[in-house]
C-alpha cells in the first residue's frame, strides 16, 4: 500500500470514530431524552441525510474542480463549527438544525475522500477502496462502544467527543493531504470539463447500479434507527446496543481471512460478489426481525457483517471503473449519493410502517423491497452491451 494511501486510511479511520458518537444514538437521543416520536426523529434524520446528498454531490464535483484537499478541509471546518455550537446547546431545534449542517459537512468529505484513494492508487482496484472500507469499520468498532461508554456517563459529552475526533482529522488532513498527487490519466483536463454527460452508457449503468444500492441502504439503515429503541424496549442496554456496533467493525477487521478465498474466487466477478452479499442481508435481516434477545440480535449483526464485506467495496470499484477520465469524484458522489438517500428515506419510511404494522411486519416488507436490489445488479451492464464504447466490466 503506497505512502500516501496510509494518510487517507488513517484520516477515514479518524473521521468515522468521530461520527459513530452520534449516528448510532441519534434516535436514541431524540426519542429517549429528547421525547420525539420515532416518525419525527425519522424525518429529522431525513433531513440530515437530504443535506448529506447535496454534500455528496458537491464534494464530487469540488474534488474534479478544486481537488480533494480543499473540499475535505472545507468539510471538516464546518463540521468544527456545527459541533461546537452542539457542544453548547443541543436542545431540540438546535440540535435539529446543526445535525442536518453535518450531514451536508460530512457528504462533502467522502466522495474526495474515495475519489483520492482511486486517483492515488488506481492500480490497487478493490484493494484501494476495501482498505477506506477497513479503515471505516475499524472505527465503527471503537467509536460505538466509545459513545456507550461516554454516554452512561453522561450523553451530553458525545458532542464533545466527537469535535475532539473532528479536531485531530482536521490536523490529519492538513499537513497530511496537502500534497497528495493525483494520477495524471484519472484527472487530466477536468477544469475544462463542462457539466454535461458526455458518456451515457456508464452513467444510466451507474445509475441502475446505484439504485439497487440505495435500497439495501434504506433497510442497512433500520439498525441505526428503529432495530436500536427496538433493541432497547426488550431489554437491551445502551452499553450493550453499542457493543453490537463494536462487533460489527471488529468482525469486518478480523473476518478478511475468512472471506479471502471468497473474493479471491470471485475477483473478477463483483458482480457475483454482490449478488452473494446482498442474498446474506436478506438473511440477516430475516433473523432480527424475530430477534427477542441481546443473543439475537448479535448473531444477526455477524450475518449481516459478512454480506456487507463482500458487497460494500465493490459498489465504489464498479463506479471507479465505470468512470470516464476526470469523472472520478462525480461517479463517487453519485454512489455516496445513493447510500445517503438510503438513510435518508429509511429511518422516516421504517418509523411511519412501526407504527402502523410494528416492528416483525416493517422489516419483512423492507426485507423484500431489498431483494430488488438483486435485479439491479444483474442488469446494470445492459447499457454498455449496446454502447459502442464498452469498458472492461466485470
Known amino acids: 500500500m503506497p505512502k500516501n494511501v496510509r494518510l487517507l486510511v488513517i484520516g477515514m479511520f479518524v473521521n468515522v470514530i468521530g461520527n459513530s458518537f452520534l449516528w448510532p444514538l441519534n434516535t436514541i437521543y431524540m426519542h429517549e431524552y429528547l421525547g420525539k416520536s420515532l416518525s419525527v426523529a425519522g424525518l429529522v434524520l431525513m433531513a440530515n441525510a437530504g443535506a448529506g446528498v447535496v454534500g455528496n454531490l458537491l464534494g464530487g464535483f469540488l474534488f474534479d474542480r478544486i481537488g480533494g484537499f480543499k473540499s475535505i478541509i472545507g468539510g471538516i471546518t464546518l463540521s468544527l463549527l456545527a459541533l461546537l455550537y452542539l457542544i453548547y446547546d443541543h436542545s431540540w431545534y438546535p440540535y435539529i438544525i446543526f445535525l442536518t449542517v453535518l450531514g451536508f459537512s460530512g457528504g462533502v468529505i467522502f466522495p474526495s475522500m474515495y475519489a483520492m484513494v482511486g486517483t492515488i492508487w488506481p492500480e490497487g482496484g478493490r484493494k484501494a477502496f476495501n482498505s477506506i472500507y477497513l479503515a471505516q469499520n475499524v472505527g465503527v468498532a471503537i467509536g460505538p462502544a466509545l459513545a456507550g461508554f461516554i454516554a452512561s456517563v453522561h450523553i451530553d459529552y458525545i458532542f464533545s467527543a466527537n469535535f475532539l475526533f473532528y479536531l485531530i482529522f482536521f490536523f490529519i488532513a492538513f499537513f497530511g493531504y496537502k500534497k497528495l498527487e493525483i494520477a495524471p490519466d484519472r484527472h487530466t483536463d477536468i477544469i475544462r470539463e463542462t457539466a454535461k454527460i458526455k458518456q451515457k452508457a456508464p452513467f444510466i449503468a451507474l ?27 426488550l431489554g437491551v442496554t445502551l452499553k450493550e446496543y453499542s457493543f453490537i456496533w463494536t462487533i460489527n467493525g471488529l468482525l ?49 449483526m455477524i450475518i449481516l457483517t459478512f454480506g456487507e464485506m463482500i458487497v460494500w467495496p465493490a459498489i465504489p470499484t464498479l463506479a471507479s471503473q465505470l468512470a470516464p477520465k476526470g469523472r472520478d469524484g462525480f461517479y463517487q458522489g453519485v454512489v455516496n449519493s445513493a447510500a445517503t438517500i438510503g438513510r435518508m428515506i429509511g429511518p422516516f419510511a421504517g418509523g411511519v410502517l412501526v407504527e402502523i404494522y410494528g416492528m416483525k411486519a416493517m422489516l419483512l416488507l423492507l426485507t423484500s423491497l431489498m431483494s430488488i436490489s438483486i435485479v439491479t445488479t444483474l442488469l446494470y451492464d445492459r447499457p454498455l452491451k449496446s454502447s459502442e464504447q464498452k469498458p472492461e466490466i466485470p
Open 252 to 300: 469486518i477487521v478480523i473476518g478478511q481471512p475468512i472471506i479471502k478465498p471468497i473474493i479471491k474466487r470471485l475477483e473478477k466477478q463483483l458482480k457475483a460478489q454482490m449478488i452473494l452479499g446482498t442474498a446474506i442481508f436478506i438473511v440477516s435481516f430475516i433473523v432480527v426481525s424475530f430477534a427477542g434477545s441481546f443473543k439475537m440480535f448479535i448473531i444477526s
Open 207 to 233: 445509475l441502475i447500479l446505484t439504485s439497487g444500492y440505495l435500497l439495501t441502504w434504506l433497510v442497512y439503515s433500520q439498525w441505526s434507527t428503529t432495530i436500536s429503541t427496538h433493541a432497547l424496549s
